[in-house]
C-alpha cells in the first residue's frame, strides 16, 4: 500500500475513533495508535489570519517494548480567517463532539479544498504538544526548522489491519442516513 494511502487510512481511523467512538486507542497488532483531540489554529501561507482546526493527535507504540515510536498530526478545518482564543477551544471542541453521528461523518469525510480529495490538512509548521514528549519531536521555530521526522511507519502486517478495519467503518458510514434523507456522501 502507498504511504498516501496509508496516512489517509490513518487518519480516517483516527477521526472516526476520537470523534465518533471516543476512543483513545487502536490495536493494530504490533503496534497501537494512541490518539488525543485538540483544538488549534493552522497557518495559512501568505494570509494573516490563521484558521481554527480540530487537531487529530495519533501516535504509535510498539506493542512488544511498549516504546513511543512515531506520530502525526492531521488538521481539519473548522473556522477561516479566526484563530481560537484559549477560553473558549473547551467549547469548540464540545460543539464538534456534540454533533449527530451523520454531522460528525461529513465533517470527517469533507475534502479540506476544492483542488485536492484529501479529508485533512497538511501542516509543516507546527509545534508538538506534550503528546509527543519523548518521541524526538521539538518544540521548533517552523521557519527555521522544518520538521522531517514526523509520519507513522507501519510494518505490513499493520497495514493490513488498518486497511480492514476502515473498510469496516466505511461499510457502516456507507448505511447511516442524515437528517433529509440522503445517504452521506463519499468524497
Not at 461529513?106 to 509545534?127: A, G, T, V
Amino acid at each position: 500500500m502507498s504511504y498516501k494511502k496509508v496516512k489517509e487510512e490513518l487518519y480516517i481511523l483516527a477521526a472516526i475513533e476520537t470523534v465518533i467512538n471516543n476512543n483513545s486507542s487502536t490495536d493494530l497488532g504490533d503496534v497501537t495508535l494512541e490518539y488525543q483531540l485538540r483544538v488549534g489554529d493552522i497557518p495559512r501561507l501568505l494570509i494573516e489570519d490563521d484558521d481554527t482546526s480540530l487537531d487529530i493527535m495519533v501516535r504509535s507504540r510498539d506493542n512488544e517494548t511498549g516504546k513511543l515510536e512515531d506520530g502525526e498530526i492531521f488538521y481539519k478545518i473548522l473556522e477561516r480567517n479566526k484563530r481560537p482564543k484559549e477560553d473558549e477551544k473547551d467549547a469548540i471542541l464540545d460543539s464538534v463532539l456534540n454533533m449527530s453521528v451523520s454531522e460528525k461523518l461529513e465533517f470527517i469525510l469533507r475534502r479540506e479544498s476544492r483542488l485536492s480529495k484529501k479529508k485533512y490538512k497538511d501542516n509543516h509548521c507546527f509545534s508538538p504538544s506534550d503528546f509527543f514528549e519523548g518521541m524526538g519531536l521539538e518544540d521548533l521555530d517552523c521557519y527555521d526548522y522544518p520538521v522531517t521526522t514526523f509520519g507513522i511507519n507501519l510494518s505490513i502486517e499493520s497495514q493490513k489491519v488498518l486497511h480492514e478495519r476502515v473498510e469496516e467503518y466505511l461499510a457502516q458510514i456507507r448505511q447511516i442516513i442524515t437528517p433529509d434523507g440522503k445517504p452521506i456522501k463519499m468524497n
